[in-house]
């Protein structure tokens, strides 16, 4: 990058299983007023391009990006929206920043997963559609084959699974943000209704309603603004095959080009003891363990027994999804990853209330576009 990038304004709604008091674009308005007042600038005169992310299928609308441009004040400005996560669109920002050609990049992405009447139904539609779509395979009937896959090839057990929704879960009760806080136990599991076993109900993030808006900025353009930035050394990403057929069961491996992308641009060799905290996607609860071995973060025959032993818990050696994850905010779609990096920032600034450790310097944030999708992003940051 010709200059450093940093994370100047954050803002977010409430995330809530149900919003029947306020439209998409009142959420998305409310995110963008505080991000914008956290930084401190006018979207009119002050940002040079904005990125949304949206999938027309999930948001009921063809040509999403038509419906966005007002509650952001982007409207007749530059403006693109990308079906992907909230990642791709800090990448994607990250990208036209690195051309010297913009100063400031505004990312949204959001959530009204309650307007969804057929979800299952939607998430077919990413399937092969000749040869997997007719077979009616569920998405979480592909996520518990593949849980039992990793599990069965890592020495990984239901026991160390369940323990991630009880960190996160648990964890998500000092977020004020967050939709899906609870107290578990690994005795809840025991009454957790089967979905595809090994997957129980409580090993799936639950969708909620929620929007989030990041601000970046040059390096000389954020010394313009107020506020403490955080810094975005690093963004990688990959997008591999749909196909089920086309992929390794075990080890995403997709998970694992972006961050070396990521780690590369940081300037990052041995992941495993330079971050501090990380936030990456738990979408189910083997997840997390399969992205923190893909992300070079834990070895593959110890992951199981780390989280075990609590050494990814919120005062462990690396404090992992202390902002509750998927699992304790709730699941969003195509702003999941976005919620994870918000978080991210909040601790690196030192603002994280309740949630804050008592040390942040560096963080890793990881997200996945979910079955059957090889999609990933990985940012790294630096207080």
């Known amino acids: 990058m010709s200059e450093r990038i940093a994370v100047v304004g954050i803002g977010a709604t409430q995330f809530r299983s149900i919003t029947p008091d306020v439209s998409y674009k009142e959420l998305m308005f409310d995110a963008a007023v505080r991000a914008y007042a956290d930084a401190d600038i006018n979207p009119r005169t002050d940002v040079d391009t904005f990125v949304t992310c949206a999938e027309d299928y999930i948001e009921g609308t063809s040509i999403f990006d038509e419906y966005v441009p007002d509650q952001l004040g982007a409207a007749l400005r530059q403006m693109h929206t990308i079906t992907g996560d909230g990642l791709h669109g800090v990448a994607a920002a990250v990208m036209q920043l690195a051309t010297g050609r913009f100063g400031t990049a505004v990312v949204e992405a959001h959530s009204k997963a309650s307007n969804m009447l057929t979800p299952d139904g939607i998430a077919a539609c990413a399937q092969d559609p000749v040869y997997v779509r007719p077979l009616c395979l569920n998405t979480h009937f592909v996520a518990g084959l593949e849980m039992n896959r990793f599990c069965s090839e890592n020495g990984v057990t239901r026991e160390q699974c369940s323990q991630v929704a009880v960190k996160n879960r648990g964890n998500a009760l000092l977020n004020p943000l967050a939709g899906q806080a609870v107290r578990l136990t690994l005795g809840d599991f025991e009454h957790a209704g089967p979905v595809s076993l090994p997957l129980t109900s409580l090993d799936i993030a ?31 990403w990959c997008n591999g095959s749909p196909n089920l057929e086309a992929r390794d069961w075990n080890a995403p491996e997709y998970v694992t080009k972006a961050a070396k992308m990521a780690y590369d641009q940081a300037g990052i060799t041995d992941p495993k003891h330079y971050f501090d905290f990380a936030e990456v996607d738990d979408t189910y609860t083997y997840k997390e363990l399969q992205h923190l071995v893909a992300l070079g973060l834990a070895d593959a025959c110890d992951v199981g027994r780390h989280t075990e032993l609590g050494k990814t818990a919120r005062n462990g050696k690396r404090p992992v999804n202390v902002s ?56 790294t940051l630096a207080a």
């Open 206 to 236: 639950q969708p909620v309603d929620g929007a989030i808006v990041i601000v970046l900025a040059t390096e000389s353009k954020a010394r313009e603004l107020r506020g403490k930035p955080v810094w975005l050394t690093g963004a990688g």
């Open 324 to 379: 509750g994850g998927a699992l304790g905010m709730g699941h969003m779609y195509e702003a999941s990853g976005l919620a994870r990096f918000y978080c991210a920032v909040q601790q690196l600034r030192g603002e994280a209330g309740a949630m804050q450790l008592p040390k942040a310097r560096t963080a890793v944030v990881q997200a996945w576009r979910g079955v059957p999708t090889a999609s990933a992003v990985v940012i």
